[in-house]
């Protein structure tokens, strides 16, 4: 599915029609195409010289065109400053071919590293080998961004990676799946690199020891992001309390440790939006320095607006992965209110950024069919909210996304608040699949 400001091409075409459209792309741009994703299987066949500054690729079953996406021409490879790998089954059978393609890649500043459901433990060693090959080569001299998603048998320790990152100097790593609970190779890992600005830790395994060892390490982290899950209550209770205080201890290590922190962004999984209220269970009034917040769930509504304990936050984006009705919250707000409790944000917040993400449709028809609701809760939650400004974007269905922008009205006497629909025919992206 492709996100706001993208289009997907889906292409059957002989790749002449290819090579056109891609001439024709580079020449309605002003620039090199930098965002051009290729997910392709036979870009070695494109004969015509278009560069491209990004580019997506996956290897995945069946094998027969393994080898052929990594066959890209060599002279092209000096332009890419953006690679995507993807590994599928089976990355044994093309291993002998790969070092020697990523290896000329000289001038590439970030890297996302994606493989799963490795078929054995030789697929891992050989994956292992290919990032030890193109690493030992000064391929990645001038990587500043690196990812890194392994799903394997189990969670992959630091230790088989961090040998692999000693060459760069990263100002932003994401891990993805990684065991930390190893405190020698985890503070080998993230301290070797000390001009860390980003850090992002998604779904991995670690403990407080842990914990500590990597939020003390002396970067100047700007942006933590962390994923984990969080069970309902009423099926684990005793696991819900304990993912709760791991939170809130990471929160504690942050404002402590990181004092330069200003982006902190949180997914919870399996959110059970009955008992996990976040402004009544955690702490967050000692991230003083942290001015954006971003929480997404992926297992409930929010009935009542979390984050009062924000001290000096400026912007909040919050991702649902169910619709949501903004009159409801709006009214659940007063309610809250009506009640003695408090429904307002940070006195600093200047804007609230929501997204509601249903992309397989299940609610389409609830969604996107009652927009005239959407603006009047829109202005609701923005009267109740006493914010500045107010975006709602939701996505799947048809149109694939829209957005809408709510505001004061400069120029109304009476303080009224106009409501736009943004356009949505920005491409910032393209994504090609053959």
């Not at 292409?11 to 002003?30: F, G, Q, S, W, Y």
């Not at 303080?415 to 943004?422: M, P, R, S």
Request: proline share 4%; charged share 25%.
């Amino acid at each position: 599915m492709a996100t706001p400001g993208q289009r997907r091409l889906p292409v059957d075409l002989p790749n002449e029609i290819i090579a056109l459209v891609l001439e024709e792309l580079a020449k309605n741009t002003k620039k090199a195409i930098a965002n051009l994703r290729l997910t392709c299987k036979r870009l070695h066949d494109v004969s015509e010289p278009v560069f491209f500054r990004s580019i997506l690729l996956e290897s995945t079953f069946p094998y027969d065109d393994a080898q052929h996406c990594l066959n890209v021409r060599q002279e092209r490879h000096s332009h890419v400053q953006d690679l995507t790998m993807v590994y599928g089954f089976g990355i044994s059978k093309h291993h002998p071919s790969m070092p020697q393609c990523l290896g000329s890649f000289k001038n590439l500043k970030s890297m996302r590293i994606s493989a799963f459901a490795f078929n054995d433990y030789q697929d891992f060693r050989l994956f292992c080998t290919i990032l030890d090959y193109q690493l030992t080569t000064n391929a990645f001299s001038e990587l500043k961004e690196c990812s890194i998603s392994l799903k394997s048998f189990d969670k992959t320790s630091a230790l088989k990676i961090s040998s692999l990152l000693k060459a760069c100097k990263l100002s932003k790593l994401a891990l993805h799946y990684i065991d930390l609970r190893d405190i020698n190779s985890t503070s080998s890992l993230i301290g070797h690199h000390s001009c860390l600005k980003e850090l992002e830790l998604n779904e991995c395994a670690w403990d407080a020891t842990t914990l500590a060892a990597i939020l003390a390490v002396p970067s100047k982290l700007e942006t933590f992001a962390v994923e984990m899950q969080i069970p309902k209550r009423r099926h684990s209770p005793n696991l819900y309390d304990e993912q709760l205080e791991t939170l809130q201890k990471t929160i504690n290590l942050l404002s402590e440790k990181q004092k330069s922190l200003k982006t902190l962004k949180l997914t919870v999984d399996d959110w059970d939006r009955y008992y996990f209220n976040l402004s009544q269970t955690l702490d967050f009034t000692g991230l003083h320095g942290v001015k954006e917040m971003s929480f997404k769930t992926t297992g409930g509504r929010l009935p009542f607006m979390p984050f009062e304990n924000l001290p000096n936050c400026e912007r909040l984006e919050i991702f649902l992965t169910e619709p949501v009705s903004l009159l409801l919250i709006a009214r659940n707000l007063k309610e809250h209110r009506s009640n003695g409790g408090s429904s307002r944000v940070p006195k600093s917040l200047r804007r609230l950024d929501i997204f509601a993400d249903d992309r397989d449709g299940s609610y389409d028809g609830f969604r996107f069919s009652e927009n005239a609701k959407i603006r009047v809760g829109m202005k609701e939650l923005m009267e109740i909210l006493e914010i500045p400004h107010l975006t709602y974007t939701q996505q799947g269905g048809s149109p694939s996304w829209k957005t809408f922008s709510a505001e004061w009205d400069p120029t109304s006497t009476d303080g009224d608040i106009a409501v736009k629909e943004l356009s949505g025919n920005q491409v910032d992206a393209v994504t090609m699949y053959w």
